[in-house]
């Protein structure tokens, strides 16, 4: 299991993250809230070794990983799909999808990438397109599959629905819940629009200003009126 102890982040003199612990079990959707500036994308960036914590864990079945390059965490099986679709736009979806996989053992591509293709269908109709032709959320579909073909236990998401329009956000995340329910794969999901992640989230966590501000079931959240009022903007 994934889980952050006390984690301590300071970029200069602002405390991104200041003394945050959350788990994010197994086969479950964890969603991460909060307004901007609370620190989500720089928890996604501590766990996944791209910043480096002042004070704090990070636990993979309880070993620290808080000093673990970011180049390692592939084939420890943590994926990072930071925020904002970076895809090669001159390569082919089927090229950038084989670039995720690239540190997999001798073999593994075709089976990967099958995969990758029964999950998203339109990636399958588009394998010869260069990704600068795919509309928004054909390009997030790309980034998420590109991760998994690295076949990670663990897919750490940042705002997948930025930008896209909510019937494109529904089937993304519908797309997800999907993929947790057929492979158990356990994922962070950052979110700004925290109704839609709720509704597919086992479980959240609400960050204001680098602090756990709640935690717990997704609907115990999702139906908490105070919390959504001042946290959760819905
Ligand atoms: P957003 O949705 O806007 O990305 P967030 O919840 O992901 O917000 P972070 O991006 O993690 O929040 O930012 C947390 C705090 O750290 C903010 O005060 C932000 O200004 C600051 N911060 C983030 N990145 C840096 C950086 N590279 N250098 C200095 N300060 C930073």
Redesign the pocket.
């Known amino acids: 299991m994934l889980a952050v102890d006390d984690l301590v982040t300071r ?2 003199a ?1 405390t ?1 993250l200041d003394g945050i612990s959350l788990e994010a079990p197994e086969g479950q959707v964890t969603a991460v809230l ?1 307004a ?8 996604l960036r501590t766990i996944s070794g791209l910043v480096r914590p002042q004070q704090g864990r990070v636990l993979l079945d309880g070993t620290d990983l808080s000093r673990t390059p970011p180049e390692k965490m592939t084939s420890l099986g943590i994926a990072h799909v930071p ?1 904002g679709r970076g895809v090669i736009a001159e390569l082919s979806v089927a090229e950038n999808l084989r670039l995720g996989g690239l540190h997999r053992r001798a073999g593994a591509e075709a089976v990967d990438l099958d995969r990758v293709f029964a999950l998203f269908p339109v990636l399958k109709e588009r394998r010869t397109a260069t990704a600068h032709v795919l509309s928004g959320g054909e390009r997030q579909m790309l980034v998420i599959g590109r991760a998994l073909m690295a076949a990670p236990r663990i897919l750490l998401l940042d ?1 997948p629905s930025l930008g896209l329009a909510p019937r494109v956000v529904a089937q993304i995340l519908a797309l997800l819940r999907n993929l947790v329910e057929s492979e158990g794969l356990t994922v962070l999901l ?1 979110e ?1 629009n925290a109704a839609s992640a709720l509704s597919i989230a086992d479980r959240g966590v609400v ?1 204001n200003l ?1 602090s756990v501000v709640a935690s717990g079931a997704a609907e115990r959240l999702a139906a908490d009126e105070k919390l959504r009022h001042a946290y959760l903007g819905f």
């Open positions: 970029y200069g602002v991104a909060g901007n500036g609370a620190g989500k994308t720089t928890l925020e705002e950052v700004q960050l680098g």
